[in-house]
DNA sequence: TATGACTAATCAGTTTGTTGAGTATGATGC
DNA sequence: GCATCATACTCAACAAACTGATTAGTCATA
């Protein structure tokens, strides 16, 4: 159970739409927690019916209706029980991993390509993660907006999500290089 | 289906057991992937039926008897097959970046001692790590190893795993110092 | 001589997550 | 004026992962 806290810690500082939410998912939350937009609405649903969240239908000239969804109280008193709690130990759990586990034995052009690719995917993010670190901060610096700033959650996980990226980024190029190399020395022989 | 192909990689280097391939799986390949016992007899099984590894049973005088899994040709195909398909994004997924999302608002002092329990356990996994790297590499130094050793596969994903424990580690000793020190500023008004 | 830890595995049940298709409407682009 | 995109959401089926219990013999230790 650990969606629905994703999505309640997502909604907290808001009314959202299922998928609206869907689209922040994308971004902010998505350090932390991924779901596709079917989820989120069953997830929503549940909630509603557990009343830790409830909906507001929203009638709309130009687009369909929605739902806007907040936290009730309960729901806030849920992530408090959440937040509480004994956090699990993370882990990475990765398909590029498992390649380059075997990658000096088996397809090592395919997975050099790989590795570069995720580089890439990783700059763009880190391009994003910058930004929105930018402007969650507004004009004041890194440090005392994290003293003083009034929301300073978001910009912490954000925080761990750019480290994340940066540090995959290195790993890949890394990687990415000494396989080219064992390929042009074992060419070489 | 991708814990298949962190078995049929766990199991590349040499013959195991279920049981011993759960206890591999919580060191050397738990850098990628992470899965209960029962999951990995499962696999197993599975695996076998579909000729990917195969079995054989050694009789144990002072032991119950087990079961020694080896890759087949066609495990190893298998694999060379998921080398080649594009790997999938990846994402952290982590209940404690959810309490930290919403530690300015709820539960901050749990939170705190959530995030220092987590640089322990963080500091313990880079210990295990520096020693396994340590013993993977030999006597020989790093740069040397990972041009000409014969297996590197498993020495880059520990790589992978160090960096990421020890970015780990830096966030939450930094995140826990700063909500201390707002605590601390706000106890103060 | 009971107690618990280690080896070795299996079974049942539930919760999560993924895949893929489908509905409906207005706006935008060529 | 036709296709495609964006909004907004639903349904069904399936695969993967997690929880928790259970069996059963050996070994060390208190």
Redesign the pocket.
């Known amino acids: 159970?650990?969606?629905r806290h994703a999505v309640l810690a997502a909604l907290l500082d808001g009314e959202y739409?299922?998928?609206?939410l869907a689209k922040a998912f994308d971004i902010g939350v998505a350090n932390f927690w991924?779901?596709?937009?079917?989820?989120l609405?069953a997830e929503l649903?549940k909630l509603e019916k557990e009343g830790l969240v409830s909906g507001r239908q929203v009638v709309?000239e130009?687009?369909?209706?929605?739902?806007l969804f907040r936290v009730t109280d309960a729901g806030r008193a849920e992530l408090e029980a959440f937040a509480e709690t004994a956090a699990k130990p993370s882990f990475i759990r990765d398909d590029l991993l498992v390649k380059v586990q075997v990658a000096d034995r088996v397809g090592t052009a395919s997975v050099i390509g790989q590795l570069e690719e995720r580089a890439s995917a990783a700059e763009a993010k880190i391009e994003l993660l910058g930004a929105l670190l930018r402007q969650l901060r507004g004009d004041v610096d890194e440090e005392e907006f994290l003293l003083r700033g009034a929301r300073i959650g978001p910009y912490l996980t954000c925080l761990r999500g750019l480290a994340f990226e940066q540090e995959h980024l290195t790993w890949c190029l890394r990687i990415a290089g000494i396989l080219r190399e064992r390929q042009s020395n074992h060419a070489e022989r």
Chains 1, 2 share one sequence.
Do not use: D, E, F, V
């Open positions: 159970m650990a969606l739409s299922g998928y609206q991924h779901a596709l937009p079917q989820q609405y649903a709309q130009t687009r369909p209706n929605k739902r």
